[in-house]
């Protein structure tokens, strides 16, 4: 989700909103939407100043009359942006690239408006352009800066991961997959080959690839080799069904398959065409808000709970003299290890104890809880009943390692036995961990680890902030009611 010049705001981009686009070309609709916000902004800033420094009063011939000036100029930018493929999500387009693609686009725009201007003797001042030119050429490329610096950093906590397989171990394969994780930087990883025939990095046949999808969390799908009428049918059954991204290295589909590709939407990767089969968007808006709730919503509780942290942090360490917090490695989206944060609730050497006490394990599947259990300290049956321990968390998801609401983070002893047990489980860790979850809310204790499973999937397929909202609004009654163990 690739050269190694490819922008790192594409790797956020297409986790968040492309669109196929009517006359064939996959669409940046959030660039545009982006693009369109400031330069209205811009335009009524510029109106504002003009009007100030002459000293004017703002009266509706005035303002009719610069709206419809906005407007072209607007529409102008757009088109010469479009034209400059600045909305066109290239895998092969480089940051310098899409920034003098800006530029380009920008400068068309504002000169032809003058001409039109200056050809219809229109009473609109060319200053009023140069500034609203002007302020657009620093306000789009800004904001593409800033974006692709979030998405590196949403990469480096392993949040902007893309897994790729590749159909086809060949040389064309193995060459996809060489440009490809040049990008690794941007979030780009292949996890390896779907062949029919045995080799290195080889994960299994095509007839597997229903187990390998769900196994290693895959996002995008490359088919780089000819394919028989059956093999195409399960690879685009399968993909639709788990809403995976298919793409086509230009092949000819064997003869029966309802397979044409829109030769239309033709982009390249490291000098090699693709085309894209399967499409799925993604709602950008909505998961930006989940972030920004994220984000404010830990700084907020983090400031706000300090003197909290601190009673409870002098509570733990005056009780045995222990650390006061609990660091658990735990698997995150994408198979991603990360440190989560817990108030200490047992004993320093509780880990130790914990196969003493195997036996005693009340959950079905691979989670682990007991009740009284004998390795929790008196302070921390407190914190657990009112999941006080939990709070900490919000420092993991203030970094982007987890959210206030997703599947609860699973520790790596657990997800050693998912292959065991299905490799649908994989699939809890397709999404962000979060402080809450459905299943802590619905069916926080039943026992069966397949009924956690079950809603963290449903989550994770039917998410909106809706259902995020739902869950933290519940989970207040089941925190302050004291249900937690």
């Known amino acids: ?143 593409r800066l800033l974006f692709w610096n979030i998405a590196r950093r949403d990469v480096d906590v392993g949040n902007g991961w893309r897994h790729v397989l590749i159909v086809g171990a060949g040389d ?108 799925e968007p993604a709602p950008v808006l909505c998961l930006l808000l989940k972030r920004a709730i994220d984000f404010s919503g830990a700084l907020a509780g983090l400031l706000l709970l300090s003197p909290l942290f601190l009673g409870l942090a002098i509570a733990i360490k005056g009780r045995d003299g222990g650390p006061v917090f609990y660091r658990s490695p735990r698997i ?34 691979p989670m682990f809880k007991i009740t009284g259990d004998p390795r929790i300290t008196p302070i921390g049956r407190t914190l657990r009943k009112y999941s006080l321990d939990e709070l900490p968390q919000l420092w993991n998801v203030l970094k982007g390692e987890m959210s206030l609401v997703g599947p609860r983070p699973p520790t790596p002893d657990e997800v050693a036995r998912y292959e065991e047990l299905s490799v649908g489980y994989y699939r809890r860790l397709d999404a962000k961990p979060g402080m809450t979850s459905l299943w802590a809310v619905e069916a926080r204790s039943d026992p069966r680890f397949e009924r956690a499973v079950e809603l963290d999937r449903y989550y994770i397929e039917h998410w909106s902030p809706w259902l995020d909202l739902k869950i933290l609004l519940r989970t207040f009654p089941a925190v302050f009611g004291g249900k937690g163990k």
């Not at 510029?46 to 529409?75: D, N, Q, S």
């Not at 994960?203 to 780089?224: K, N, S, T, W």
Request: glycine share 8%; with cysteine.
């Open 332 to 365: 995150g989206r994408k198979g991603r290890t990360f440190i989560c944060w817990k108030f200490r609730t047992m004993v320093p050497d509780a880990e130790a104890k914990k196969a003493e006490l195997t036996a005693r394990n009340e959950r079905q599947g």
């Open 172 to 279: 064309r394969g193995r060459e996809l997959a060489g440009s490809l994780s040049a990008s690794a930087h941007l979030g780009v990883f292949v996890r390896g080959f779907l062949d029919d025939d045995e080799g290195e990095g080889v994960l299994g046949r095509i007839v597997d690839l229903p187990r390998i999808l769900d196994r290693y969390l895959v996002d995008e799908v490359f088919i780089c080799s000819p394919l028989q009428k059956d093999q195409w049918e399960t690879i685009l059954t399968e993909t639709r069904q788990r809403r995976k991204n298919v793409w086509l290295l230009p092949t000819h589909p064997a003869e029966g398959t309802s397979i044409w590709p829109d030769w239309r939407a033709l982009e390249l990767i490291g000098g090699r065409p693709i085309v894209p089969l399967h499409w």
């Open 1 to 143: 989700m690739t050269a190694p010049s490819l922008p790192a705001l594409v790797a956020l981009r297409r986790y968040l909103e492309p669109g196929i686009a009517r006359h064939g070309g996959r669409q940046d609709r959030f660039a545009v939407l982006v693009d369109s916000l400031l330069i209205l902004a811009a335009g009524v800033l510029v109106f504002w100043l003009r009007t100030a420094l002459e000293g004017a009063t703002i009266t509706w011939p005035r303002g009719y009359r610069h709206l419809g000036f906005l407007l072209l100029y607007l529409v102008l930018v757009l088109l010469f942006l479009q034209r400059e493929g600045v909305y066109t999500l290239a895998w092969a387009r480089g940051e310098s690239r899409e920034l003098w693609a800006v530029v380009k686009g920008v400068v068309q725009g504002a000169l032809l408006l003058m001409v039109v201007f200056y050809l219809a003797r229109m009473p609109i001042s060319r200053l009023m352009v140069l500034w609203l030119c002007g302020i657009s050429l620093v306000a789009l490329p800004a904001w």
